[in-house]
């Protein structure tokens, strides 16, 4: 077992802020979000355990509790506890030592809760007083109560194997190990099964669980996204892109020579990105809706009900293109067969915590793989409007060598055929850039090999066509690039922090 009792970096921070402070501090960010209605539904989805499995229900002092798992604070941290706990997935708040000072703190704290309030208190004044406003009360001699005070998921895990046992956290617990703890105990100490394999899927699609599904969605839109690319670094234009333009390719480029470069370069990076998104939903169909976990095919629904309905972006650019019809079409009651039933049957393996130091160095790659996704969002978000309303930046206009009065003077469809493309590929970026945070939110965990490759792949299709297609072009302009730079650098350095970590080699009995 590590010794967890001391890290340097746990000192370096109570010396500049304060063992008490940094714990109330992080209580007091997680109560602000939990404490609104979205907040608390965006807490409990990702650092949250929704769905407990029924044995580690049980009570505490006679007070039932969803999960056999909770948290003991001091009661100047009783009313941050209290708001930020239930969507974080713990079972109930125990308030401990409590003096007859501290009455108006734990019944203020206790109004309008919702998660199980008990206290230990040697006060009977206190005792008496607190009795219509709490749960129930503990003793310090309470039976099958086990106190933490340091993260270790193994061991709080074991400890819930006895039906009677309620594991109750220190709050620097938190501190150590982040909101995800909760989660990640609740599912060490899920019963699984072994995962199943094609072989175990049969021949009738009828009968199919959505995983398969996800993987032919994941499949087709890797297989899409290298077809969109073979044809853009071949033709560039098909015969009913020729007949809405009513140009060949050679009046393109007698018209502006750098205009079919410029439809290049957007379609390539297009290409790239149906690549990423097939990895993703390849890494999720496979590494986490057949092991039945819940918020892979969440992770997975999400990302595609924003990707898909990017189809009728045609209602604004007026271009309605028969590939990317036909593609939906086919991909779509996939889709929907993949996320009909949600997974039921634990099937995953959990490994134990291993080094402290490799465990930190990869939280500091989640929040970087995190970081990057919310920023693709935000970059998909801005393409998208872009591409429909003024369709360019200025940078593609002096890359042009022409506004957009000149380009619609060459062909008055050739501005709406273009924002077809560059609004397309926004919302692509949007469905990526989801499926990449949640994933990397929700997914994280030692072992899970499957979450690297998924994302390193994902980057390498996402980020590597972009860089390649402008330099070809000499499209070279540095503020126009600098979201993909500032991207790889953080997907890289994420990656590389975390790949101990993730990786980490699975014991055979695992």
């Known amino acids: 077992m590590p010794d967890w009792t001391y890290h340097p970096l746990r000192g370096a921070a109570a010396a500049v802020v304060g063992t008490r402070r940094s714990q109330r501090t992080a209580l007091r960010l997680l109560a602000a979000v939990g404490s609104r209605p979205v907040g608390a539904r965006l807490i409990s989805r990702g650092f949250g355990h929704r769905h407990p499995p029924e044995r580690l229900a049980g009570e505490l002092a006679g007070v039932p509790v969803a999960v056999r798992l909770g948290i003991s604070v001091p009661p100047a941290l009783v009313h941050e506890t209290v708001r930020a706990m239930a969507p974080l997935g713990a079972g109930v708040v125990e308030v401990a030592p409590v003096a007859a000072a501290d009455v108006e703190t734990v019944r203020a704290a206790a109004a309008g809760r919702s998660i199980p309030l008990v206290v230990r208190t040697a006060d009977p004044d206190a005792e008496a007083a607190l009795a219509p406003h709490v749960d129930g009360f503990t003793r310090d001699d309470e039976p099958h109560v086990v106190r933490v005070s340091d993260p270790s998921v193994t061991t709080a895990a074991a400890a819930l194997d006895d039906p009677k046992a309620v594991v109750l956290a220190r709050p620097g617990v938190l501190v150590e190990a982040g909101p995800g703890w909760f989660a990640r105990v609740t599912e060490a100490a899920t019963p699984t099964a072994p995962a199943p394999g094609l072989r175990d899927v049969g021949r009738d699609p009828r009968r199919w669980p959505g ?101 009728f972006y045609f209602l604004a650019t007026g271009f309605v293109e028969p590939l990317h019809t036909a593609t ?52 998909g978000t801005v393409i998208s409007v872009v591409g429909l309303t003024g369709v360019f930046v200025p940078s593609d206009l002096v890359f042009l060598g022409a506004d957009t009065q000149a380009l619609e003077a060459v062909n008055p469809k050739l501005v709406s055929f273009v924002a077809h493309d560059r609004a397309g590929f ?75 970590y993730l990786c980490a080699r699975k014991p055979d009995s695992l």
């Open 211 to 311: 995983w398969v599904w996800a993987l032919l969605v994941g499949l087709g839109m890797i297989g899409a996204g290298l077809g969109a690319a073979a044809i853009t670094l071949g033709p560039v234009l098909l015969w009913y892109d020729r007949d809405y333009l009513g140009m060949t390719l050679d009046e393109l480029h007698a018209a502006n020579h750098h205009l079919v470069h410029f439809l290049q370069h957007d379609r390539i990076t297009m290409a790239g990105t149906m690549v990423s998104i097939g990895a993703l939903y390849t890494g999720l169909a496979v590494g986490g809706i057949r092991r039945g976990r819940a918020w892979a095919r969440e992770a997975y629904l999400l990302s595609g009900a924003i990707g898909f309905p990017t189809l």
């Open 328 to 379: 939906t079409l086919v991909l779509f009651p996939m889709f929907v067969a993949a996320v009909r039933r949600a997974p039921h049957t634990p099937r995953w393996r959990r490994m134990p915590e291993g080094p402290e130091r490799e465990r930190r160095r990869a939280l500091v790659g989640q929040l970087l793989l995190i970081v990057t996704g919310a920023g693709l969002f935000a970059g």
């Open 426 to 500: 926004g919302g692509a970026l949007m469905a990526a850039a989801v499926a990449i945070t949640l994933l990397s939110a929700w997914g994280w965990g030692r072992g899970e090999a499957w979450v690297f490759w998924s994302l390193a792949t994902a980057a390498a299709f996402g980020f590597l066509p972009a860089v390649v297609v402008h330099g070809a072009i000499h499209y070279t302009d540095f503020l126009h690039l600098a979201p993909v730079y500032i991207g790889i650098l953080a997907t890289a350095t994420g990656l590389y922090l975390a790949r101990p």
